[in-house]
């Protein structure tokens, strides 16, 4: 993306309507730059969603710098879960069920993340990366097998195709179920694109069939584990406690869900960014271990999949010089957290050689809702520009990707790409 942004006036920018989402990307972050210099807590009122039960909330402030979000997000006291991480109001069991842990606040967000964090220990990710490199390279051979003319899809062939075998690895789902989980993934996180979501209730039942996959999976290892992370978790015991199978069933939307789709989505962007900087993709592949660790947290920053989420203020404060009331909600835009110039130089520009510090959000930014999975993730996307680097050097990307309409992810759902 060029450096040289439009300016957008403060009075035509509504985060809340559809169309800023469809807008012109270069359009877009020129909005998000007059928020962070002219307003970077600016107030949105909430709109009406089509199908969906519950009215439009009070209303929200963006936060659109990155010091702000950092804060916010490493003081949950202040700025807690809770009641929701989505801008939307849900009942509480609602947000629990879709959201599990991340609509959570301690104690109970503790208790589950120590639980399940067992499955994420030193010792299963040692395994789980070796199932990265062989997943990797099986899926680069058949890629080459089943399409001798040496283009197709980069998403559903490439960016989709290993984190989502990977997850399902973890989780013990059999082969056979793959195609159904990335469906189902695809319509939770495809609110707002007609092309994934018909209804609210389409959503809905996605969401429960989901659900009760998972708890028959999680059942199924209790007392009868095997060689996979479900298995962890369910036979986890932490301080005289386990994890109930309907506990599971929402973290494994979770899981499947974000496991997914966000890395899936770093390497799409990825893949664009390297083929539209020919400078920067030598620069790394041909000294790839140098600039890897560098490389792959850009690609993160660039790419930010999760534009945002929100915390609610427990009790009046004051952040950055703005008041805030008990009962205000805050919402995080990390998209645009991770190109303030304030923190980052040039940031519209792509660099594989950018130093991790100060360090980019696209991850969360600290506090008890880091990413629990940012280390996988991040080792996926790192096979996975290996296997291309070593076997397939001149893949491309050939046209414009279909991108996701959405205000929560930055999705790209289709984009061609070959090969010599």
Request: proline share 6%; glycine share 6%.
């Amino acid at each position: 993306m060029s450096t040289s942004l439009p300016h957008v006036p403060l009075s035509d920018i509504d985060l809340s309507s559809p169309e800023f989402w469809t807008a012109d990307r270069a359009w877009r972050e020129g909005a998000f730059r007059t928020l962070r210099d002219e307003k970077p807590f600016a107030f949105f009122e909430e709109r009406v969603i089509e199908d969906a039960p519950f009215p439009p909330g009070p209303g929200y402030y963006a936060v659109t710098r990155h010091d702000d979000i950092w804060q916010i997000s490493r003081n949950p006291q202040l700025f807690c879960s809770g009641k929701g991480s989505n801008i939307g109001d849900l009942p509480v069991e609602m947000n629990e069920f879709f959201g599990s842990m991340i609509n959570m606040d301690d104690p109970k967000h503790f208790r589950l993340r120590n639980i399940v964090s067992r499955g994420f220990t030193p010792k299963e990710v040692s395994r789980i990366e070796d199932q990265v490199r062989d997943r990797a390279a099986r899926l680069v051979t058949e890629l080459i097998e089943r399409f001798p003319n040496g283009e197709c899809d980069f998403v559903e062939e490439v960016a989709a195709a290993l984190p989502l075998a990977i997850i399902c690895d973890m989780m013990g789902i059999p082969e056979e179920d793959h195609k159904k989980i990335f469906h189902w993934t695809n319509v939770i996180l495809g609110v707002g694109d007609p092309e994934f979501v018909g209804s609210y209730e389409d959503l809905m039942t996605v969401a429960l069939e989901m659900f009760m996959y998972a708890q028959a999976l999680g059942e199924s290892r209790v007392g009868n584990p095997q060689d996979d992370v479900t298995s962890a978790m369910m036979n986890a015991v932490v301080d005289g406690e386990r994890l109930t199978a309907q506990e599971f069933g929402s973290f494994f939307i979770l899981l499947v869900v974000a496991g997914n789709e966000t890395t899936r989505n770093a390497i799409s962007h990825g893949m664009k960014l390297l083929t539209d900087n020919p400078d920067q993709r030598t620069i790394w592949f041909d000294d790839f271990e140098t600039h890897t660790r560098t490389a792959v947290e850009e690609i993160v920053r660039y790419a930010t999949p999760v534009i945002h989420f929100r915390r609610t203020v427990t009790e009046d404060t004051v952040l950055s010089g703005q008041e805030l009331k008990a009962g205000d909600k805050v919402v995080m835009f990390y998209a645009s957290g991770n190109r303030d110039e304030r923190v980052f130089e040039n940031p519209h520009r792509f660099d594989v050689t950018r130093a991790v510090a100060p360090a980019q959000v696209g991850f969360g930014a600290g506090g008890p809702h880091f990413c629990l999975g940012a280390n996988l993730a991040r080792r996926e996307i790192q096979v996975m520009f290996d296997e291309i680097r070593r076997r397939l050097p001149n893949l491309r990307i050939t046209g414009e990707p279909a991108y996701l309409q959405s205000s929560f992810i930055n999705g790209i759902k289709r984009m061609p790409c070959a090969w010599n």
